[in-house]
């Protein structure tokens, strides 16, 4: 798996920044640094960056970085499509 970043599409930014402002639980589909399938569930207290690439934190101090998400709530980032 490559770990460089790939920015992710702004409508997609736009939902979790929603969702964090609203507290819904999130249900994530996201992929580990070593490309090993991870799931993780609670609301978004955070998006924010380091260095060049966009994370968020979940309320379980869960951090996921924004191109390893394959779906949250239900609908898939572009690469999975």
Do not use: N
Request: glycine letters at 4%; proline letters at 4%.
């Amino acid at each position: 798996m490559s770990d460089s970043y790939q920015p992710i599409d702004c409508s997609l930014y736009d939902h979790y920044e929603a969702w964090a402002t609203l507290r819904m639980v999130v249900h994530l589909e996201h992929v580990s640094e070593d490309g090993t399938p991870q799931a993780s569930e609670g609301r978004i207290v955070d998006l924010f960056l380091r260095g060049k690439e966009e994370w968020l934190r979940l309320d379980d101090d869960t951090e996921v970085r924004l191109d390893r998400i394959r779906s949250a709530r239900g609908i898939p980032d572009a690469s999975s499509r």
